[in-house]
């Protein structure tokens, strides 16, 4: 079965450039277009893609407020890649905090975008770590109540929780914590369930956002 994606972008320019590169790709099939984020949940509810490839910026309803309804409103929701022209872009923080499950720049390479799909289509966070931690300074420090849930959730962790979660803020992935540590890479998936499960983290990014926005792990 080939891997899915729908595409959401206000530029019609945008859109085919974005087919065209993954289509190109054997294993990858477009199965649907939007112009907006207002007409995202019933194309999901419809085509079920695997991937949805999101503008940030759209007229009717961003990409922030489509990533969290349909994260809210679709059982077994797709993964979400925003896609954005700047990476220091407040909207860009905006639908990581939503839950989308990371973000590619519309400049990307054609190889990075199939990277991109690819990865998150098989559960892992697109996650730029120097980016992240850029956005966390310039838009993560005002959350109020979130922020003091976050850091009522980071106090929960163990010690070697702690750590992991510190690593997975690096950017680093399962072996390379696994190897930092010395220990194994199934013992590491296991506190990496505890973590996302204590944080109530969908992904990966989306817990090392708690951690930038509980003062857990600092941006600078």
Same mark, same amino acid.
Do not use: W
């Given at each position: 079965?080939?891997?899915?994606?729908?595409?959401?972008?206000?530029? @019609?320019?945008?859109?085919?450039?974005?087919?065209?590169?993954?289509?190109?790709? @054997?294993?990858?099939?477009?199965? %649907?277009?939007? &112009?907006?984020?207002?007409?995202?949940?019933?194309?999901?509810?419809?085509?079920? @893609?695997?991937?949805?490839?999101?503008?940030?910026?759209?007229?009717?309803?961003?990409?922030?407020? &489509?990533?969290?309804?349909?994260?809210?409103?679709? @059982?077994?929701?797709?993964?979400?890649?925003?896609?954005?022209?700047?990476?220091?872009?407040?909207?860009?923080?905006?639908?990581?905090?939503?839950?989308?499950? %990371?973000?590619?720049?519309?400049?990307?390479?054609?190889?990075?975008?199939?990277?991109?799909?690819?990865?998150?289509?098989?559960?892992?966070?697109?996650?730029?770590?120097?980016?992240?931690?850029?956005?966390?300074?310039?838009?993560?420090?005002?959350?109020?109540?979130?922020?003091?849930?976050?850091?009522?959730?980071?106090?929960?962790?163990?010690?070697?929780?702690?750590?992991?979660?510190?690593?997975?803020?690096?950017?680093?992935?399962?072996?390379?914590?696994?190897?930092?540590?010395?220990?194994?890479?199934?013992?590491?998936?296991?506190?990496?369930?505890?973590?996302?499960?204590?944080?109530?983290?969908?992904?990966?990014?989306?817990?090392?956002?708690? &951690?930038?926005?509980?003062?857990?792990?600092?941006? %600078?």
């Amino acid at each position: 079965m080939p891997l899915t994606v729908l595409l959401v972008d206000d530029e @019609p320019l945008v859109r085919a450039g974005l087919r065209a590169v993954l289509e190109s790709q @054997p294993d990858i099939e477009v199965v %649907g277009e939007a &112009a907006d984020g207002a007409a995202v949940i019933p194309l999901v509810r419809q085509l079920r @893609p695997d991937v949805v490839a999101m503008d940030v910026r759209m007229p009717l309803m961003d990409g922030i407020e &489509a990533t969290r309804a349909v994260l809210r409103t679709v @059982p077994d929701p797709p993964k979400i890649v925003v896609v954005t022209t700047f990476e220091n872009d407040e909207y860009v923080y905006g639908a990581l905090r939503a839950g989308a499950d %990371g973000f590619l720049l519309k400049r990307a390479r054609p190889a990075e975008i199939v990277h991109a799909v690819r990865l998150v289509a098989e559960g892992d966070s697109l996650l730029f770590p120097s980016a992240v931690r850029k956005l966390a300074a310039s838009y993560g420090e005002d959350h109020g109540e979130a922020a003091g849930r976050a850091a009522s959730a980071c106090a929960a962790l163990t010690e070697r929780e702690g750590e992991v979660l510190r690593l997975m803020a690096r950017g680093l992935s399962n072996a390379e914590i696994a190897a930092h540590l010395v220990v194994g890479t199934e013992t590491v998936k296991s506190h990496v369930s505890a973590v996302l499960a204590k944080l109530g983290a969908r992904d990966r990014t989306q817990a090392v956002i708690t &951690a930038y926005e509980s003062g857990f792990v600092s941006p %600078g």
